[in-house]
Each structure stands twice: as structure tokens, then as C-alpha cells.
């Protein structure tokens, strides 16, 4: 019923930038929390950004300062401005969606967990 297509990763040098997007599509009346996830070689997924739809974030600790979350709430869009890359960074990178997809789930604030396909982010040292 939604879908999420994440765009962006790719290969970078420790220092550099990168800026994710993922955009979600199919049968959605509102989006609560929406934001980013990764899971790097070995080791549990784990929240990096996430920002609700009145504009709150939530910041893992190793990412404040450098990552930048965002949303464009008319395209169903969010985004991950990625600055001062370290090689600890690397991973894929999963959007996140939290969506109404009936009117009465969309009234009551309720959404279900979409996740995109991943994208994968490689910071080489």
C-alpha cells in the first residue's frame, strides 16, 4: 500500500557530505514520524533521525551536529543532510514511515511502519 524509494548513498571520504531522500508513495491521508534508520556490518539496526509531522526531531547521539533531518510534508518526502562523514557511518541507510492509509487511522493519529529498501552508505577513511 506504500511504498518508500530511498536515493542518495553512495561511496565518500571521512570529512564528506551526503544528502539522502526518500519519498513515499501509494494510498497515504498523513504521515506521523518519518525519518532514518541504519544498520551497519555485525550490529542492530538503530535510529539515526527522525522527525515527527509537527516538526520535532530525535537525534541518535553520534549524529548530532553533523546530520541534518528534514521533511517535505506536501511531497511525503523526507530528507538526511549527512556533513562531517566518519567511516563509523557506514552502513544502509532505511527510511522510515509511520502512515495513515484510511481516513479513520489518519483521525486518530494511528500509522503502521513502512520501510524502504535501503540505501547504502560507504565512508572510506
Known amino acids: 500500500q506504500v511504498q518508500l524509494v530511498e536515493s542518495g548513498g553512495g561511496l565518500v571520504q571521512a570529512g564528506g557530505s551526503l544528502r539522502l531522500s526518500c519519498a513515499a508513495s501509494?494510498?497515504?491521508?498523513?504521515?506521523?514520524?518519518m525519518g532514518w534508520y541504519r544498520q551497519a556490518p555485525g550490529k542492530q539496526r538503530e535510529l539515526v533521525a527522525i522527525?515527527?509531522?509537527?516538526?520535532?526531531?530525535n537525534y541518535a547521539d553520534s549524529v548530532k551536529g553533523r546530520f541534518t533531518v528534514s521533511r517535505d510534508n506536501a511531497k511525503n518526502t523526507v530528507y538526511l543532510q549527512m556533513n562531517s562523514l566518519k567511516p563509523e557511518d557506514t552502513g544502509v541507510y532505511y527510511c522510515?514511515?509511520?502512515?495513515?492509509?484510511?481516513?479513520?487511522?489518519?483521525?486518530?493519529?494511528?500509522?503502521?511502519?513502512?520501510w524502504g529498501q535501503g540505501t547504502l552508505v560507504t565512508v572510506s577513511s
Open positions: 522510515n514511515a509511520d502512515a495513515a492509509t484510511t481516513q479513520v487511522m489518519a483521525l486518530l493519529r494511528y500509522g503502521l511502519p513502512y
Open positions: 522527525m515527527t509531522s509537527g516538526g520535532s526531531t
Open positions: 501509494g494510498t497515504i491521508f498523513s504521515i506521523h514520524d
